[in-house]
């Protein structure tokens, strides 16, 4: 069904531009605007059914849960992106503790050769 609106001409430019950056069409930039509206898309609600529907996928996995944590608040007293920043930190200093140990055990062959 086809609908008419008339826009102020820097909202339209502004749509424009925001249809252009996703790569999308005018039509289906206002159409998902609209859904997300009306509650029928929700990004979030998305995103979650996604992470349940694949359980072993580890790449997100430690994100999603820090943000169902900080949604539930049970998070303590931080925010959403200390809750993250906090957990890429952890995430950092392990991958940094095994690039050291692999580092090392690089230069102990390398001496022995």
């Avoid at 249809?19 to 069409?25: E, H, N, Q, Y």
């Avoid at 005018?26 to 990004?43: D, H, M, Y």
């Avoid at 998070?75 to 993250?84: E, L, M, N, P, Q």
């Amino acid at each position: 069904m086809a609908v008419s609106v008339r826009l102020d001409p820097l909202l339209e430019k502004e749509l424009v531009l925001a249809a252009k950056r996703l790569g999308v069409s005018k039509s289906q930039f206002i159409v998902t605007a609209l859904e997300q509206a009306l509650g029928r898309k929700n990004p979030y609600e998305l995103y979650l059914s996604v992470q349940e529907a694949t359980p072993g996928y580890a790449l997100g996995t430690d994100t999603a849960q820090a943000v169902r944590l900080a949604a539930a608040g049970a998070a303590g007293t931080g925010s959403t992106s200390d809750v993250i920043r906090q957990m890429l930190q952890q995430r950092h200093q392990a991958e940094s503790q095994d690039w050291l140990l692999r580092k090392g055990a690089g230069g102990a062959e390398e001496g022995a050769a």
